[in-house]
């Protein structure tokens, strides 16, 4: 859950280690996309914890900035006796719910960093649940190994491409299992990354996909992130065998004065924040 200017929430101590000096806007390929971010999250995941940890919790599932979880929503159902992938898993609190639950997670992510506190979790809650170092576009899982997958904000933003993503997880899921994800709703984009009163204001093109990319005084991308359209995200879903169910957009709660990054109780009254795809692999 980051943003794409620099606002509050985007922690300076990972921006002097990695020596991130400015924004390039122009495309960015995967292997250099992957890099870059693999060495953001093992820079960041210190602070990251510190700053968001508590909110997540050590054993909750938690969709979203807005505070949507699972035991509310039941978007993956009755998770019992499931074997439920965790995409981008952080420090896989969602997985540790999930075991919990009765499911048997694999959590994965691409950073070593985030999935030594995953360690962490595992300790001090007692569910082991198995952590796996990966790109969620190659995922070292046998075909038609799982009954569901899950993402609350993790991989998709960073990859290159989400129909690679996605394939994978075609691959890896059984006939008709679900595949839910929360991700920064599309039109998010099109306004500036602050919680305050500038962040009403339209400033960015919605149909601009060039990535948010932060560079280092060669050049080099030291943070990427990738915006699709809410349409581009539904033509990836069919292209690769999903058929979505659900779109959930969760309204800001009443009493809900958490500001995260760009995410606050100012802009949540007006638009959404989160765009949740709740799909299952469509074998018609």
Not at 100 to 117: E, I, K, Q, T
Not at 273 to 284: E, L, V
């Amino acid at each position: 859950m980051t943003e794409q200017d620099g606002s509050q929430d985007r922690h300076v101590s990972a921006e002097r280690r990695l020596g991130t000096v400015g924004i390039a806007h122009r495309p960015v390929g995967r292997r250099e996309a992957t890099a870059a971010n693999l060495a953001w999250w093992d820079a960041d995941a210190d602070e990251y914890q510190a700053t968001h940890g508590q909110f997540l919790g050590d054993a909750d599932f938690v969709w979203c900035p807005e505070g949507l979880r699972e035991d509310d929503a039941a978007l993956l159902g009755d998770v019992r006796g499931l074997r439920v992938v965790e995409i981008g898993c952080g420090q896989a609190a969602c997985s540790r719910w999930l075991a919990r639950s009765g499911a048997h997670p694999v959590a994965v992510d691409l950073s070593w960093g985030m999935l030594a506190h995953a360690r962490e979790g595992n300790a001090r809650t007692g569910p082991v649940v198995p952590l796996v170092q990966a790109t969620a576009e190659e995922l070292p899982l046998a075909t038609g190994s799982m009954d569901a997958a899950c993402s609350a904000f993790g991989a998709i933003p960073f990859v290159a491409s989400v129909e690679a993503v996605f394939h994978e997880l075609h691959r890896v899921l059984r006939p008709g299992a679900r595949w839910v994800f929360s991700v920064t709703h599309p039109m998010r984009w099109i306004f500036p990354d602050d919680p305050g009163p500038n962040g009403l204001t339209a400033t960015q093109p919605y149909f601009d996909r060039t990535p948010y990319t932060e560079v280092d005084a060669e050049g080099r991308a030291t943070y990427v992130e990738y915006h699709r359209t809410v349409g581009d995200y539904v033509r990836a879903l069919t292209k690769t065998g999903f058929l979505l169910e659900d779109l959930v957009e969760p309204e800001w709660p009443e009493g809900h004065t958490r500001v995260w990054g760009q995410w606050s109780p100012l802009r949540g009254k007006l638009f959404p924040g989160t765009a949740i795809f709740s799909t299952r692999r469509d074998d018609r």
